[in-house]
């Protein structure tokens, strides 16, 4: 029998294991492609898998009047968690809310302990390249406010050299810090507020909905809106990417809230005026 050379062996034992492990490589590779494809596959049926469940799974804080929060009664309630519902009836589906903390509420997405996010979540194009989101359905922008006895301060570039109380860190504090006002610090809105009534600063900067919803708590609180930025933000419900049929139902559901007059008289409850328009 004829022998073979030692390096002619080792080399076709060498062959040999590269195969074995390009067909593993490659096994690998299709067992991944494989769950991709199922991942989608489920996402693009989340809405049918949903009709069939007949609940629509919603993540909200629960914590952030008005927008989630509880009631003297301990009930859920709020704008979102209204719209949130109107939307699910439309959707032939039940809403069941699950209460998450804002810092844990994307990664519950993630995870897919529910199916959307209802908690006034800004559009941005950050969060766009992650989420999909519905169309727009609250619109607010940055808003001055004075006591209602001050009838010098009509403008934000009016504000140069006054004293605005503001959250240092915020968006709004660096707006007033750009008009040239003196930062006062504070908590929040309400105490904010405290002080202009108190006339111990001029001026504030926030959010329109905010001042929306103080002034409706509060309708004898001596302050006024007497400028609005130009550039307002969005907000939107919110899902995972490619969740196929259901952001598009969720969207006919919104408009057709808004034709026929539920989203306007939603709003109108929370904030006493239309906060889309």
């Known amino acids: 029998m004829k022998k073979f050379p030692v390096f002619i062996v080792l080399l076709l034992s060498f062959i040999l294991i590269l195969s074995a492990c390009g067909k593993e490589e ?60 109107e939307v699910a009836k439309r959707l032939g589906v039940k ?30 194009p950050d969060r766009q390249e992650k989420y999909d989101f519905s169309d727009p359905y609250i619109t607010s922008a940055a808003v001055l406010i004075t006591h209602k006895d001050n009838n010098e301060v009509k403008a934000f570039e009016d504000i140069k050299g006054l004293n605005s109380a503001q959250s240092l860190t915020s968006n709004y504090g660096e707006m007033a810090k750009k008009y040239g006002a003196n930062l006062v610090g504070v908590e929040g809105f309400t105490q904010s507020v405290e002080l202009l009534a108190s006339k111990r600063v001029d001026v504030t900067i926030n959010d ?24 307002a933000s969005v907000s939107g419900l919110m899902f995972r990417k490619d969740s196929g049929t259901l952001v598009d139902e969720v969207n006919k559901a919104l408009s057709e809230m808004i034709a026929d007059g539920t989203y306007t008289k939603i709003s109108e409850k929370w904030f006493g005026e239309d906060v889309l328009k």
């Open 95 to 124: 809403p069941e809310f699950k209460e998450t903390q804002w810092d844990a509420i994307f990664a519950g997405l993630d995870s897919k302990r529910f199916d959307m996010i209802a908690n006034q979540v800004g559009i941005r």
């Open 26 to 85: 490659k096994a690998e590779e299709k067992k991944k492609e494989g769950n991709k494809t199922a991942e989608k596959k489920e996402d693009q049926d989340l809405f049918a898998k949903i009709k069939d469940d007949g609940k629509l799974r919603i993540g909200t804080e629960g914590t952030y009047a008005p927008f989630t929060f509880h009631d003297q009664s301990g009930n859920l309630t709020g704008f979102d968690v209204e719209i949130a519902t």
């Open 208 to 231: 329109r909905i905010t001042v929306l919803d103080y002034s409706k708590q509060k309708p004898d609180a001596p302050i006024k809106i007497v400028d609005t930025s130009e550039e």
